[in-house]
């Protein structure tokens, strides 16, 4: 599977399967995330790999595991991140994001479903992962085999025009 078929592929899915996914497609997943890039190359995140009774730790924190047989909670160290405060306050929670979608996609191409999670309590986390200080939690990436199809939400884009502005306003 190409890149732009696995980005028509991907969709948020929200009820998961039991049989989980293998060791070597999480390796997989998690080689993404890890080459992603960075601001200044700092590399600053950090992926927390849930299974098993594991799982449980999401639940205490987050209604939207919807039955993910894995889940990674992307955090970043916020005394590593790339700061530029003219441009963002941290440039953490803009790696985290490249790296959470490289993993959605390197999911998609290997047939794994994915759906990228905002909807949990980062106190209730800090608290269950026992977080050090310095890890700035961002979002949770539940993974596993699907069991249902995309939701009405997820055909529902904005067309080029409106989003595209040509040589500016
Ligand atoms: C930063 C972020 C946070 C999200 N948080 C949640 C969430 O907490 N629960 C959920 O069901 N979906 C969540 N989603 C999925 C979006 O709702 C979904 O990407 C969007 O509706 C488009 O649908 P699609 O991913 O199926 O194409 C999140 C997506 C992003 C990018």
Redesign the pocket.
């Known amino acids: 599977m190409d890149v732009l078929e696995a980005m028509e592929e991907?969709?948020?899915c929200?009820k998961f399967a039991d049989d989980p996914i293998t060791a070597e497609e999480l390796e997989t997943i998690l080689e993404a995330g890890r080459i992603a890039p960075s601001a200044c190359n700092n590399q600053p995140w950090r992926f927390i790999v849930l299974e098993g009774e594991d799982l449980e730790k999401v639940d205490a924190c987050s209604r939207?595991r919807y039955g993910a047989t894995t889940a990674i909670l992307v955090c970043f160290d916020k005394e590593e991140s790339a700061k530029n405060p003219d441009v963002t306050p941290d440039y953490g929670w803009i790696d985290c994001g490249l790296a959470i979608m490289q993993m959605a996609l390197a999911a998609e191409g290997l047939g794994v479903a994915s759906?990228?999670?905002?909807?949990y309590e980062p106190a209730v986390a800090r608290e269950v992962l026992r977080l050090p200080e310095n890890l700035i939690t961002y979002?949770f990436l539940m993974l596993g085999h699907a069991d249902s199809g995309?939701?009405r939400?997820?055909f529902d884009r904005r067309p080029l025009e409106e989003v595209v502005i040509r040589g500016g306003f």
């Open positions: 991907r969709y948020s929200r939207c759906c990228i999670v905002g909807a979002q995309p939701m939400m997820h």
